[in-house]
């Protein structure tokens, strides 16, 4: 069932949701490809302990009721068949999806970055947590220990919450004068303001990090870097993110270019290459609110609807200087580099440990001589802690971008 | 309310329900062992990490991107 779009979106959180329903207005037919069961993103995750809000239904529904406007959910994108055409893959089945234009919304992934212990089963993300409790992760009269860095801290310490869990500690590994700096000038963007006194959390620590989880079978502690000194905590989880990372992949595959780890777009949320746009978190983290208004831009841009897109410059922008203040805020603290010891994993795929690493001078060499980067997840963990750990530039990623079956790999030849 | 078995163990959980919390709420959480044979469990919760990889009616898929359905044959790695 090979087919072709007008417009082939990737992504259906924020950014592609509104790009789909903005490109709807011009009679193109509109594909979205998303590789969760549901639509709405990491941010608008849909599940038996979620509630998503109004804006994030109402978007749902809207997308289902526009007739020219396709969702294929649990879809992945496993290669590049040839200019403006992919091969994709489902549960069911591979097939080919060829297009005339692209936005690509890919969103973001957390930065997972090795501490002693952060293998043992107990140990999560920080947003990654609140996914896996959406889902319906049982977490009633749990003690969950919080740490990294930034706002999802918060929210995902609220969901854990909600669902029954106490938390003895949110460690954030900024300084209280950033925090209070970036809470102080919130008022500017008052809906956020509002959220985040919401979900203040009396166990907040600014300038805390974690130095180890502790535990044998499984996560039963954690070790916090303090401003007073060293605090143990004992807890059944705990969720650690420092941040998030753009997922550039199918965008540098596409001949994208990339910019200080975000694809490069320009007014229209258009890359350099022709026909080939972007939105929403892949082109740099900013939240919800920048997102649906790029993925606005971009989805009336493609489709030619220029003046509609330059009506919505003015509050790209006024969320776009909350975004800067974000990446400002939560700037990671040196020290944040420096948690693993030698015997600590880095690629958690093929068991790689940090003292195998550290003597290598680069991406490609450590590969070479220690598989770091060859197992399932194709290096995304990895590379992206490396580089983060030693400045190591990412590799080019190469098909098949996720793990595929065969039977999915055959259809490229059906392109030729 | 989908009833799914994991490693032979029935269990039945919420409609919506991902995979990933269906290890949890039917035995330890762990989906598989490391190459050096360490337990691992879901860590990323959204599709990239790959820890949480299981076999689902004999196809290799991802706890974390898989909803629960009524007849699924689950099998970690033990």
Excluded at chain 1, 247 to 276: C, F, I, K, M
Excluded at chain 1, 388 to 406: I, K, Q
Excluded at chain 2, 21 to 47: F, Y
Aim: with cysteine; aromatic share 6%; net charge neutral.
């Amino acid at each position: 069932m090979n087919a072709h779009v007008d417009l082939l979106i990737i992504g259906a959180g924020p950014a592609g949701m509104a790009a789909a329903l903005a490109a709807a207005n011009a009679d193109v037919k509109i594909a979205i490809l998303d590789d969760n069961p549901l639509p709405g993103g990491q941010i608008w995750r849909d599940g038996p302990q979620a509630s998503i809000p109004a804006k994030a239904s109402d978007l749902r529904q809207q997308i289902q009721d526009t007739p020219n406007i396709q969702l294929y959910s649990g879809t992945k994108v496993i290669a590049r068949a040839k200019a403006k055409q992919l091969l994709v893959e489902d549960a069911e089945r591979g097939w080919l999806i060829s297009y005339s234009t692209l936005i690509l919304c890919t969103g973001a992934r957390e930065l997972l970055l090795p501490f002693p212990g952060w293998t043992l089963p107990g140990v999560t993300g920080a947003g990654g947590l609140q996914a896996l409790i959406k889902g319906g992760l049982p977490v009633q009269d749990e003690r969950i220990v919080i740490s990294g860095s930034g706002p999802l801290l918060l929210a995902s310490a609220a969901t854990a919450k909600a669902n029954g869990a106490q938390i003895p500690r949110i460690a954030e590994q900024a300084s209280w004068a950033q925090v209070m700096g970036f809470a102080a000038r919130l008022g500017q963007w008052p809906n956020k303001a509002l959220q985040a006194f919401g979900l203040f959390d009396t166990h907040y620590r600014a300038g805390s990090h974690v130095i180890a989880a502790l535990g044998q079978d499984r996560v039963e502690g954690v070790r916090l870097q303090t401003a007073k000194g060293i605090e143990e905590v004992a807890c059944d989880r705990l969720a650690c993110g420092f941040g998030l990372v753009p997922n550039v992949e199918l965008g540098r595959a596409l001949g994208y270019d990339v910019h200080q780890g975000a694809l490069t777009v320009d007014q229209w949320q258009a890359s350099p290459l022709a026909d080939h746009y972007a939105a929403g978190e892949c082109t740099g983290f900013g939240g919800s609110e920048l997102a649906l208004v790029e993925g606005r831009i971009a989805g009336f841009a493609a489709v030619g609807l220029q003046s509609q897109a330059q009506a919505l410059w003015p509050e790209r922008q006024r969320w776009q200087r909350f975004a800067d203040q974000l990446q400002k805020t939560f700037a990671l603290d040196p020290a944040i580099r420096q948690l693993a010891s030698p015997d600590t994993l880095v690629c958690r795929c093929e068991d790689v440990a940090f003292s195998a690493l550290a003597m290598q001078p680069d991406w490609k060499q450590a590969k070479l001589a220690t598989r770091c980067g060859m197992g399932a997840c194709q290096g995304k963990i990895c590379s992206t802690a490396t580089q983060t750990l030693f400045g190591w530039e990412p590799p080019m990623p190469r098909p098949p971008f996720s793990p595929a079956r065969v039977s999915t790999l055959i259809h490229l030849e059906e392109s030729q | 309310m989908p009833e799914l078995s994991i490693d032979g163990h029935a269990l039945r959980v919420a409609q919506g329900t991902t995979l990933a919390a269906a290890l949890a709420l039917g035995g330890t959480g762990c989906s598989r062992t490391s190459v050096s044979g360490q337990r691992r469990a879901p860590l990323c919760g959204m599709g990239i990490c790959q820890e949480c990889r299981v076999t689902v009616d004999g196809q290799r898929r991802l706890a974390c991107q898989t909803l629960c359905r009524d007849g699924m044959r689950v099998e970690t790695q033990p």
